[in-house]
């Protein structure tokens, strides 16, 4: 759905994919406010380090993404191919270099075709329109299978109002920030400053809670585009359509990382990690994710065994103090397999290969310990990702 204020185009340059667009084009319009989280990891792609110095300077005109190549471990020839992109587009559109901001995704350690890259940066901006979100997810993709969107609309005091988002990813996913590449826009408007806030706390409710390989990409940015022309800022709303707004917005960040687990690298479940009655959430956190990155609890998901011992096994090596596993209970898609640490009395095996069998899984854990809670969104291991990932520079 179009975003007043926001128009896209893409284009194929041949970089890494043959006949398939693999550049984005955002221009973002004038009286726009944007933010953005980026990864944790210090091996930090090019593309990050500019960006982050960019907005420190100035609010985007244009954001340009590529795929295929993501500019990472190129030391100082990486920032230079940088700012020469950036640079073009801001003598062909006539606005500031640090008002573009650039972004990358996917082999590390190869050089961007900067040449190429330029060659159509005038066709970029001689077709940029409003309608153009679907083939902008397209144009991100790299080992993804399908491209990942939401859109919402909702009336707020009597303003439609619109949140547009779409995003990219299936490995090396385990975000400390956000996800390997996002970007939600909305027509809403925002004072500076406060938008900020409300992205890390829609990014922590959503792309933090997700996690297909352990691995952090060099390379994740997420970004909250808000551009006023609803007619409304987000502060004249009332109490109550603010939280409708929230929610809605929280909502379109949770789908699309989600579906980044959904579309994960040979993935064949879908596996929610929820602990409940934890002594802080902050343990609760903890415990998920290290059931999540453990590979006997992945490839037990895949062979739909229901090796309940290895979720024990992960639950005692989270580094918890105070854990008794004398009170852990442990639920698989609803069907009890463990009570108070021990195999419950009534336990079938069959029961439990069957709840194994689900495209979608649930391991819930009650800790008897306290009332804070976690959840995180997983995914098996397969063969076919150890396929995807041993040929992806093929």
Same mark, same amino acid.
């Given at each position: 759905?179009?975003?007043?204020?926001?128009?896209?185009?893409?284009?194929?340059?041949?970089?890494?994919?043959?006949?398939?667009?693999?550049?984005?084009?955002?221009?973002?319009?004038?009286?726009?406010?944007?933010?953005?989280?980026?990864?944790?990891?210090?091996?930090?792609?090019?593309?990050?380090?500019?960006?982050?110095?960019?907005?420190?300077?100035?609010?985007?005109?244009?954001?340009?993404?590529?795929?295929?190549?993501?500019?990472?471990?190129?030391?100082?020839?990486?920032?230079?191919?940088?700012?020469?992109?950036?640079?073009?587009?801001?003598?062909?559109?006539?606005?500031?270099?640090?008002?573009?901001?650039?972004?990358?995704?996917?082999?590390?350690?190869?050089?961007?075709?900067?040449?190429?890259? *330029?060659?159509?940066?005038?066709?970029?901006?001689?077709?940029?329109?409003?309608?153009?979100?679907?083939?902008?997810?397209?144009?991100?993709?790299? *080992?993804?299978?399908?491209?990942?969107?939401?859109?919402?609309?909702?009336?707020?005091?009597?303003?439609?109002?619109?949140?547009?988002?779409?995003?990219?990813?299936?490995?090396?996913?385990?975000?400390?920030?956000?996800?390997?590449?996002?970007?939600?826009?909305?027509?809403?408007?925002?004072?500076?400053?406060?938008?900020?806030?409300?992205?890390?706390?829609?990014?922590?409710?959503?792309?933090?809670?997700? *996690?297909?390989?352990?691995?952090?990409?060099?390379?994740?940015?997420?970004?909250?585009?808000?551009?006023?022309?609803?007619?409304?800022?987000?502060?004249?709303?009332?109490?109550?359509?603010?939280?409708?707004?929230?929610?809605?917005?929280?909502?379109?960040?949770?789908?699309?990382?989600?579906?980044?687990?959904?579309?994960?690298?040979?993935?064949?479940?879908?596996?929610?990690?929820?602990?409940?009655?934890?002594?802080?959430?902050?343990?609760?956190?903890?415990?998920?994710?290290?059931?999540?990155?453990?590979?006997?609890?992945?490839?037990?998901?895949?062979?739909?065994?229901?090796?309940?011992?290895?979720?024990?096994?992960?639950?005692?090596?989270?580094?918890?103090?105070?854990?008794?596993?004398?009170?852990? *209970?442990?639920?698989?898609?609803?069907?009890?397999?463990?009570?108070?640490?021990?195999?419950?009395?009534?336990?079938?095996?069959?029961?439990?290969?069957?709840?194994?069998?689900?495209?979608?899984?649930?391991?819930?854990?009650?800790?008897?310990?306290?009332?804070?809670?976690?959840?995180?969104?997983?995914?098996?291991?397969?063969?076919?990702?150890?396929?995807?990932?041993?040929?992806?520079?093929?």
């Amino acid at each position: 759905m179009p975003v007043k204020g926001i128009r896209l185009s893409t284009a194929a340059t041949g970089m890494r994919y043959l006949q398939r667009d693999d550049l984005l084009l955002v221009e973002v319009c004038g009286d726009a406010r944007t933010a953005a989280v980026f990864t944790t990891n210090q091996f930090c792609a090019a593309p990050v380090t500019v960006c982050r110095k960019h907005l420190e300077i100035s609010q985007p005109k244009f954001l340009l993404v590529n795929a295929g190549i993501a500019n990472a471990g190129l030391g100082e020839q990486g920032i230079a191919d940088v700012y020469t992109s950036c640079t073009a587009l801001a003598r062909d559109s006539g606005c500031k270099v640090d008002e573009v901001l650039p972004f990358s995704t996917g082999v590390i350690g190869e050089r961007l075709s900067v040449e190429k890259m *330029t060659l159509y940066f005038r066709q970029l901006l001689d077709t940029l329109e409003e309608d153009r979100w679907l083939s902008a997810a397209r144009a991100i993709m790299t *080992t993804d299978t399908v491209c990942k969107g939401q859109s919402r609309q909702m009336v707020l005091d009597g303003h439609t109002v619109v949140v547009t988002g779409i995003a990219k990813g299936a490995g090396m996913i385990y975000p400390s920030m956000a996800t390997m590449l996002a970007f939600v826009a909305t027509d809403l408007g925002f004072v500076s400053g406060s938008i900020e806030n409300i992205l890390k706390d829609a990014v922590k409710k959503s792309f933090h809670c997700i *996690t297909v390989d352990g691995d952090t990409s060099t390379n994740d940015a997420c970004v909250f585009m808000t551009t006023g022309q609803a007619g409304v800022e987000f502060g004249q709303l009332s109490e109550s359509a603010r939280k409708e707004f929230l929610h809605t917005l929280h909502s379109i960040f949770l789908d699309l990382a989600q579906s980044i687990v959904r579309d994960a690298e040979g993935a064949t479940k879908f596996i929610s990690i929820r602990v409940d009655q934890a002594a802080s959430e902050h343990v609760a956190r903890n415990i998920a994710l290290t059931i999540a990155h453990s590979p006997l609890v992945k490839t037990m998901a895949f062979a739909c065994d229901p090796n309940w011992g290895r979720i024990l096994a992960a639950v005692g090596r989270a580094n918890v103090d105070t854990l008794e596993m004398s009170t852990v *209970t442990l639920y698989i898609n609803g069907l009890q397999v463990v009570t108070n640490g021990r195999l419950s009395s009534d336990y079938d095996e069959l029961a439990g290969i069957k709840a194994m069998q689900q495209d979608e899984i649930e391991f819930r854990l009650e800790l008897g310990m306290g009332a804070c809670s976690a959840r995180i969104w997983t995914t098996d291991l397969s063969y076919e990702y150890v396929k995807i990932n041993a040929d992806y520079r093929s």
